[in-house]
């Protein structure tokens, strides 16, 4: 007998009542609701594109068809479109600060009859590119891969593809996965105590840990060995890694930075396992290293302090005191292309030492160049419930003061594109900030308890967050609403990752197993 279909359950039948009352109630916009005056400016730069205002009949007026428009008005040939996003500035009833809202599919229904923009005036739009490739969003749990004996601590993807993650935990081992059949490749033994942080290089030939034995440890990835010998020096445990990135290295000798409670930053070079120079100057634990693209390393620690030095010598540069308690972690403008230096959507590698350190440092540039010179931001994340925006190329005052979470911000992470930061926080809120003047975007609520990590896809378009609810949740960048929820996980989610090629996304938590996820 041909089996037959089971009845539609409740859901799906609230499911389908909703849609067709959705296409019953489709909006008529009045044939008589004018036109909209619209004047776009670049989010990159804040400069206006085309020579003045454009008119646009208020039916027309979709982020599609101004797509077309603004790609029409820049002369690109069909093949070259590009895909924008595009908020405009609403003013609320209840503030006198108009808030950044993304530009909605029916204007009509939205704003205009509202009355919260007027057809009479000019609207200023700005559009800001999107990436050419697209990410799916990751929808269910591909695999579920224990044999950590303890919580894992820290998760990173291979720069190159998404099929290799590296996971450090409490049972003193880190591990690579294969994330493709969703099972162990090699386990890194050799720390003697919890391994707190994992890097990747970026040419995808090693991976460092650091641990709370206080030392740092090189491994092939290919092979699983260890390199040469346990890098000791640091008096108490490694707190943070940052490798240096691959345009800026001398061929062939990376260097590579570690962030430590005893207060110093030492920076290794990896081939003689040596310390090169050891930073000091901070008065308490090292939380964060990150190595800038233009030759600065930034430091942020529990003294209350953001501290610059100069990579060349090892001489401080700037000190950035403004926070009033810890701060926990640090985030660049240019940390995506930094971690993938010369592997990008594509897939393609370049053959030649040379071309690889110079595709490296043509996608560095493209990332970090506002109105053609290059800029590094830097947000520091702190636990006195706020962050401050840097430009430490430019000076020590901040650019902006973000303010607004409730509790401690745990984690911040700028998008790939440089046009947003998002901050999570023990307030169970993740907060999305405009990048250029750290002014405030919106709210992603829907955890009941911290976040801990989140992570942006290689497109910038959606984001993923990790929390002490045992959930991931994805949102999607456009609407600041959830796009996927992914239970599964049997306790906290302490790190999560997204693979560089946007493929997977990988969970690591108290529960011991790491989760592999994919769309």
Known sequence: MATVLPPPSKRQRTAAAERSRAQQDIEEVPSDAGSLR???????????????????????????????????????????????????????????????????????????????????????????????????????????????????????????????????????????????????????????????????S????????????????MWDPKTGKQLGNPMKGHTKWVTSLAWEPYHIQKPGEPRLASASKDATVRIWSTNQQTIEMVLSGHKGSVSCVKWGGAGLIYTGSHDKTVKVWNAKDGTLAHSLNAHAHWVNHLALSTDFVIRTAFHDHSGKIPESEKEKIEKARERFLKAAKIQGEVVERLV???????????????????????????????????????????????????????????????????????????AFSPDSRLLVTGSKDTTLKVWDMRTHKLSVDLPGHKDEVYAVDWSPDGQKVGSGGKDKAVRIWRH
């Open 380 to 454: 520091s994340a702190s636990d006195d419930f706020t962050m401050y925006l840097w430009e430490p190329s430019k000076g020590t005052k901040p650019v902006a003061r973000m303010m607004g979470h409730q509790k401690q911000v745990n984690h911040v992470t700028f998008s790939p594109d440089g046009l947003l930061v998002a901050s999570s926080s023990f307030d169970n809120h993740t907060k999305i900030w405009n990048a250029r003047d750290g002014k405030f975007i919106n709210t992603l609520r829907g955890h009941v308890a911290p976040v801990y990590q989140c």
């Open 38 to 200: 619209l004047q776009f400016f670049d989010e990159t730069t804040g400069l206006p594109i085309g020579q003045g205002p454009v008119l646009v009949p208020v039916a027309d007026a979709t982020p599609k068809n101004l797509e077309l428009l603004l790609n029409t008005l820049q002369g690109h040939e069909s093949s070259e479109y590009i895909p924008y996003r595009f908020t405009l500035p609403v003013p609320t009833k209840t503030s006198s600060d108009p808030i950044t809202t993304a530009f909605p599919t029916n204007v009509w229904k939205a704003l205009i009859n509202p009355g919260l923009i007027s057809t009479e005036e000019v609207q200023n739009i700005s559009a800001a590119p999107q990436a050419v490739f697209r990410v799916q969003a990751v929808s269910r749990c591909a695999s579920t891969i224990p044999g950590h004996g303890e919580a894992i601590l820290a998760t990173q993807f291979s720069p190159k593809s998404s099929s290799r993650m590296v996971s450090g935990s409490g049972d003193n081992t880190a591990r690579i996965w294969d994330c493709d059949t969703g099972t162990p490749v090699h386990t890194l033994k050799g720390h003697t105590s919890w391994v707190l942080a994992v890097s990747w």
């Open 202 to 217: 970026p040419d995808d030939s090693r991976i460092a840990t650091g641990s709370m034995d206080n030392t740092v440890r």
